[in-house]
T-cell receptor
Framework: EDQVTQSPEALRLQEGESSSLNCSYTVSGLRGLFWYRQDPGKGPEFLFT???AGEEKEKERLKATLTKKESFLHITAPKPEDSATYLC????????????FGAGTILRVKS | DTGVSQDPRHKITKRGQNVTFRCDPI?????LYWYRQTLGQGPEFLTYFQNEAQLEKSRLLSDRFSAERPKGSFSTLEIQRTEQGDSAMYLCASAGLASEQYFGPGTRLTVT
C-alpha cells in the first residue's frame, strides 16, 4: 500500500492557467511534508516544508497547503519555466529520519 | 554554501563489475542520506548516516551494497557484482539541524 500518492501523474497547462497538484498520505506521526522540484537529469530541489494542518507556505507562483490527510501545491499563472516534476515526500515517526516520496507529478506549461 | 556534490555524474559499467560513488555534503551538515531513483518513480531510501555512524539501512538494500562515511564528512556508496537491475540514479542528500534534506545532482548508473 502506497503511503504517499500524488495526482495527477501528469498535467499540461497553458501559460497563465492556474491549477493544483495533490499529495495524499496515510502515515501516522507526521513530522513534516516536503515539496521538491526536479528537472530532468538533476537532483530534487527543495521548495517547502509543512509541519502541521492549516500551515501554508508561498514562493513566487507556488503555494503549498497542508491538511491532516493531504497537501496541495497551487501554481498561480504558471510560466514555461515552471515545467518540471514536482515531488512530495513525508517524514514520519514510523519511518525514522528518511523521506518517503510519492511518484511525482510531471508538469508541462506551454506558452 | 557550495551545495551537495556527487562524483561521478555518469557511470557505465558491465554486469559483474564493482562501482563506487562519492558524495560530499554541505559542509556544516552532520546527516547524510543515500537514495535511489528509477524512471518515473520518486527517490527510494537506501541508508542514513549521522556523522560517521550508519544509523538506518533499508531492508531492500542487498548485501552487495555498502556505504561508509569514515570521518563524518564525505561518503561513499559501493555496489559489488553489479546487475542490470541496479541501473538507476543514485542520489545523495544532506541535512543540518533543520529537517530539510538537500540533494546533490546524482550519479546515473547504467549496467550493460
Amino acid at each position: 500500500e502506497d503511503q504517499v500518492t500524488q495526482s495527477p501523474e501528469a498535467l499540461r497547462l497553458q501559460e497563465g492557467e492556474s491549477s493544483s497538484l495533490n499529495c495524499s498520505y496515510t502515515v501516522s506521526g507526521l513530522r513534516g511534508l516536503f515539496w521538491y522540484r526536479q528537472d530532468p537529469g538533476k537532483g530534487p530541489e527543495f521548495l517547502f516544508t509543512l509541519y502541521s494542518a492549516g500551515e501554508e507556505k508561498e514562493k513566487e507562483r507556488l503555494k503549498a497547503t497542508l491538511t491532516k490527510k493531504e497537501s496541495f501545491l497551487h501554481i498561480t499563472a504558471p510560466k514555461p519555466e515552471d515545467s518540471a516534476t514536482y515531488l512530495c515526500a513525508v517524514q514520519a515517526e514510523e519511518y525514522g529520519n528518511k523521506l518517503v516520496f510519492g511518484a511525482g507529478t510531471i508538469l508541462r506549461v506551454k506558452s | 554554501d557550495t551545495g551537495v556534490s556527487q562524483d561521478p555524474r555518469h557511470k557505465i559499467t558491465k554486469r559483474g563489475q564493482n562501482v563506487t560513488f562519492r558524495c560530499d555534503p554541505i559542509s556544516e551538515h552532520n546527516r547524510l542520506y543515500w537514495y535511489r531513483q528509477t524512471l518515473g518513480q520518486g527517490p527510494e531510501f537506501l541508508t542514513y548516516f549521522q556523522n560517521e555512524a550508519q544509523l538506518e539501512k533499508s531492508r531492500l538494500l542487498s548485501d552487495r551494497f555498502s556505504a561508509e562515511r569514515p570521518k563524518g564528512s564525505f561518503s561513499t556508496l559501493e555496489i559489488q557484482r553489479t546487475e542490470q537491475g541496479d541501473s538507476a540514479m543514485y542520489l545523495c542528500a544532506s541535512a543540518g539541524l533543520a529537517s530539510e534534506q538537500y540533494f546533490g545532482p546524482g550519479t546515473r548508473l547504467t549496467v550493460t
